[in-house]
Each structure stands twice: as C-alpha cells, then as structure tokens.
C-alpha cells in the first residue's frame, strides 16, 4: 500500500480502490475568451493546474487505474436549471444565454467540454452535473460503488466551490479523499489557501492535501 506524503497525516492509497475524480477542467471555465474570462477572472489562475493534471492523469492511465471527469452544466431546455442559481449574481449574462463558446453552461455547447489537455480517454465516464457537487442529481455513487471505488483523487476547478462541495459530499457517503494542491485551482489565490485548508482542518476533516506529484511516485512504486 504506497503511502503519500500529506497534511494533516500521511495517506495510504489503495490503487486499486481509488479512482482519479477530475472536476470541471471545461473549456468555459480555462480558456482565454470563455465564459469565465467574459465575467472578468483571469484564467491563469486556474490554467496553472492544467500541466499537473495532465501529468497525473497519463500516470493514472498508465498503472490501469479508474478515472473520472465532470462537467458543470445543464440540459438544452434549462428543465434542471434552479432558477435561484440562475438570477445569482445578477450579471447580464446569464446561464443559457448566448457566451463566446456557445450557450454557457449548457450541455453539448463547445465551452461545457473538457480542455484537449484532459479529454477523456474511451471508458472513463463524464458526470454532467447541473450543481456544484459532482453526487447531487447524478449517478456517481453507483458508478464508484459498483467499481468497489473507497478513495478518491479529487483535481479539478474550483478549489473553494465544485471541488469542496464534491469533498464534503464524498466525505458524507464514506469515501476518502485526498486532494493535489497543485492539481485544483481557483480564480482568487486567497479561497485556495483556504479551500485547501477547510479540508485538511482538524485532523483532515474533509480529507487530506499533499501534492500531485507524489501520488505519481506512489503509483509508480505501488
């Protein structure tokens, strides 16, 4: 049992057991030009994960492991669109409408998809989630349970909202989760210092935080 460094204690990673949880590393959210960048963020910030998690991934695929992708987004007709989250912010472009990609957030649009950096390979499924959570309105608990799936390597964007929620729901149905620093991002430095630490807090109450590269070593010497 390869044994990662990490905070707040060491991580016993059960290759076998684990699957790689990649979170929203879509095209609106990353690109130049997207959706997140129409709405004034700088996508560097997040597009510092992408090479980490390339490099994680080929690892992954190598040793034969299970990984997973989601994307935020929502149907074509916006039937599973809360109308709270879509007034939220009250930004004059909203959920559905016409964006620089397509209609953002919507499923099928070119901005909903995976970078080409990350896309997934043939078998790895693709969660399309209509909330920040990747369990809520989707059938990820039955996938992992029927893969006999106990830990998770959750990476992704953004660290303080879709990768923390994930965290604590995943925490909640009794999976471990061990988070790479490098390999989650956010579009404000201060909410991923604090994303990270809300989940290694009192003795790793959500999960546990280290650094991609070590989970590469583990798997090469597990």
């Given at each position: 049992m390869p044994t990662i460094r990490a905070e707040p204690y060491e991580f016993n990673l059960e290759p076998k057991s684990a699957a790689l949880l990649i979170i929203d590393m879509q095209r609106d959210f990353l690109e130049p030009g997207g959706f997140g960048e129409m709405l004034g963020n700088d996508v560097s910030q997040l597009r510092g994960a992408i090479e980490p998690n390339r490099r994680l991934l080929a690892a992954w695929r190598a040793a034969g492991l299970f990984a997973l992708h989601t994307r935020e987004g929502h149907r074509a007709d916006l039937s599973d669109l809360q109308p709270a989250k879509k007034i939220r912010g009250r930004s004059?472009?909203?959920?559905?409408?016409?964006?620089?990609?397509?209609?953002?957030?919507v499923r099928g649009e070119a901005g909903h998809d995976i970078i080409p950096e990350l896309y997934p390979a043939?078998?790895?499924?693709?969660?399309?989630?209509?909330?920040?959570?990747?369990?809520?309105?989707?059938?990820?608990?039955?996938?992992?349970?029927?893969r006999g799936i106990k830990q998770l390597v959750v990476t992704g964007v953004t660290t303080e909202v879709c990768v923390n929620t994930t965290v604590r729901e995943a925490n909640d149905r009794g999976f471990d989760c061990f988070v790479p620093a490098d390999c989650v991002g956010s579009y404000f430095p201060e909410f991923q210092e604090m994303g990270l630490k809300m989940i290694k807090a009192q003795g790793g109450i959500f999960g546990w935080v280290g650094q991609g590269s070590d989970v590469i070593e583990a798997i090469k010497a597990g």
């Open positions: 004059k472009t909203a959920i559905g409408d016409p964006g620089p990609m397509g209609r953002i957030l043939p078998g790895e499924p693709v969660i399309d989630k209509p909330g920040k959570g990747a369990f809520y309105a989707t059938d990820l608990e039955a996938i992992l349970k029927h």
